[in-house]
């Protein structure tokens, strides 16, 4: 619990947010799957406050900084096409907080997985 009580205590309010709907999403087990959480936020995409595919993507259009937005060109976005599209492409999840998605390349499994589960992992694939 410790270890979960710092790894929250450095996050940002924004970031505490963003880790309830991770939690939400993941739905750990334990206090340990928590803090890989929370110490793993970055492979985690978070549009707060949204809850429909048009949200989505007028989210990731206007405000995620991955585009440039274009103000002029408002009436020609098809955010709700865009928001599906996107969802269709990646995981996750719509929760009480907004929508979550996981861009990690371990499964969601293994990325909370406690340390001496990670630790029997590797010596069983042959790495020590």
Same mark, same amino acid.
């Given at each position: 619990? #410790?270890?979960?009580?710092?790894? /929250?205590?450095?996050?940002?309010?924004? +970031?505490?947010?963003?880790? =309830? &709907?991770? /939690? &939400?999403? &993941? +739905?750990?087990?334990?206090?340990?799957?928590?803090?890989?959480?929370?110490? #793993?936020? $970055?492979?985690?995409?978070? &549009?707060? #406050? /949204?809850?429909?595919?048009?949200?989505? %993507? @007028?989210?990731?259009?206007?405000?995620?900084?991955?585009?440039?937005? $274009?103000? #002029?060109?408002?009436?020609?976005?098809?955010?709700?096409?865009? %928001?599906?599209? @996107?969802?269709?492409? +990646?995981?996750?999840?719509? =929760? !009480?907080?907004?929508? /979550?998605?996981?861009? %990690?390349?371990?499964?969601?499994?293994?990325?909370?997985? !406690? !340390?001496?589960?990670?630790?029997? =992992?590797?010596?069983? %694939?042959?790495?020590?």
């Amino acid at each position: 619990l #410790n270890d979960l009580a710092l790894a /929250v205590s450095r996050l940002s309010e924004k +970031e505490q947010k963003k880790l =309830g &709907a991770v /939690v &939400a999403m &993941a +739905e750990p087990e334990s206090a340990s799957q928590i803090r890989h959480l929370a110490e #793993n936020l $970055d492979q985690f995409e978070f &549009a707060p #406050n /949204v809850h429909t595919p048009a949200e989505y %993507g @007028r989210y990731m259009i206007q405000e995620s900084g991955h585009f440039d937005y $274009d103000t #002029n060109l408002d009436e020609y976005y098809d955010y709700a096409r865009y %928001g599906r599209e @996107r969802m269709d492409s +990646e995981q996750g999840f719509f =929760g !009480d907080g907004g929508y /979550v998605a996981y861009h %990690g390349t371990l499964s969601i499994d293994e990325l909370m997985m !406690d !340390d001496s589960a990670q630790e029997q =992992g590797m010596e069983m %694939g042959g790495m020590k």
